[in-house]
């Protein structure tokens, strides 16, 4: 019985990996959209000159969301919008704004930081409880580079101990509990929430975006795109990455076991990797021509990824199936895919060596085991949340992904 519904789950997975997901457009009435943000179920867009919009239906209808916010002239002039667990916050050019009311209000939670419009709070990121803003422009005391704060903006500290004056950070990531920075001259790493930085391996060029998962780093480089399976030791180009020297602007995000990049470079517009950045493809059904050369930003929530462009944002949901997946009959057996405690898994038709992970509904890590035995294994559930995990199975080398089958916890 357990066999037969596997069987018949990797069978549906398998159908909706081949009926690959279109964008479907939320038809915002304006332009110059930036970033977006989810808090408590609802969508917010920050727009350039129009503030911040805002959605509690899901993209049905929008109202603005502006109350607080700084006037310039007659423009409110936004250039991001992030959140943590409780608390939006708003880049804009006259600094850091915050909200604790889901946007009804904003007040100024700025400290001592410095906005103008070239230097302003350009991404936002929340990792380990710590709320971290990356500013436009290089790195200095009071003004480019990146500040966190652990009391939703009360204070802000500098997050630059060991990133060098010459440098623009452009996107923060992480993998395992170590961040990632991709700078204006190496990839940087931090173990410690962005207290101390140190370079990562020899990557003494510009990177213009990092995503990590699955045991992989992925970055846009000034060479192409390329991955790591080592932590940034030793990286392999990209074989068909279609821009040879991506340029500043590009993206990159991890998102149900795939890899989705925007390459700012025209009408190329999104790419998406199957095979953890070893190849690429077009990603773009469902943009209009405009949307495919003005797109601006990813955004991951629960089961959809929102990329964001200049005059709309679009959405595709998650087709559950991981990267380079292969569907067998005779996969490991898996019981029970109900569980309270724990689960078992059967590796004994396998190599010994490789990393087991679950996956949650964002494709995020939520629990690994390495070097697994070819043996049973039992897996106990370590604090898992309720809800719907993918089991995969990664070779001892990261350079393949299985995935074993789904549990769910509850």
């Not at 780093?217 to 180009?237: E, H, K, P």
């Amino acid at each position: 019985m357990i066999l037969n519904r596997y069987a018949t789950l990797v069978l549906l997975m398998s159908l909706q990996f081949i009926a690959t997901a279109n964008w479907t457009p939320y038809n915002l009435t304006n332009s110059g959209h930036k970033s977006m943000t989810t808090l408590n179920g609802n969508l917010y867009v920050a727009t350039t000159n129009t503030g911040i919009q805002k959605s509690i239906n899901g993209g049905t209808s929008w109202t603005l969301a502006n109350t607080g916010l700084p006037l310039t002239g007659s423009d409110i002039k936004v250039q991001s919008v992030g959140s943590n667990a409780t608390t939006l916050f708003c880049g804009t050019e006259s600094g850091i704004y915050r909200s604790t009311d889901n946007g009804s209000s904003w007040a100024l939670a700025n400290g001592t930081l410095t906005a103008s419009a070239t230097v302003f709070a350009n991404k936002f990121y929340n990792y380990g409880g710590v709320t971290f803003a990356v500013f436009s422009g290089m790195i200095s005391q009071s003004s480019g580079g990146i500040f966190r704060t652990v009391n939703n903006g009360d204070t802000w500290l500098a997050a630059f101990s060991g990133l060098s004056s010459n440098m623009t950070i452009y996107n923060i990531a992480e993998m395992n509990g170590t961040l990632y920075a991709s700078t204006s001259t190496a990839l940087m790493k931090s173990t410690d929430l962005g207290q101390s930085w140190s370079q990562v391996g020899t990557t003494n060029y510009a990177v213009y975006a990092v995503a990590g998962a699955y045991g992989r780093l992925v970055a846009l480089t000034t060479f192409g795109a390329r991955y790591s399976v080592d932590g940034g030791t030793i990286w392999t180009n990209s074989t068909n990455y279609p821009v040879a020297s991506p340029a500043a602007g590009s993206e990159l995000i991890a998102y149900d076991g795939k890899y989705y990049a925007i390459t700012k470079s025209g009408s190329i517009g999104c790419q998406r990797s199957l095979d953890g950045g070893a190849t690429w493809e077009a990603f773009n059904t469902g943009l209009s021509i405009q949307n495919t050369f003005a797109q601006e930003e990813f955004h991951a929530n629960g089961n959809d990824l929102f990329i964001v462009c200049a005059l709309d944002i679009h959405s595709t949901a998650a087709t559950s199936v991981g990267t380079a997946e292969v569907a067998r009959n005779t996969a490991p057996l898996i019981r029970p895919t109900l569980f309270t405690d724990g689960f078992s898994i059967d590796l004994s038709a396998e190599n010994a060596g490789g990393n087991i992970l679950l996956l949650d509904a964002a494709g995020r890590i939520a629990h690994q085991l390495t070097n697994a035995p070819n043996t049973v294994l039992n897996i106990d559930r370590n604090g898992l949340a309720n809800g719907m995990y993918q089991v995969v199975l990664v070779d001892q080398h990261g350079a393949s992904m299985r995935l074993l089958g789904k549990v769910i916890a509850q």
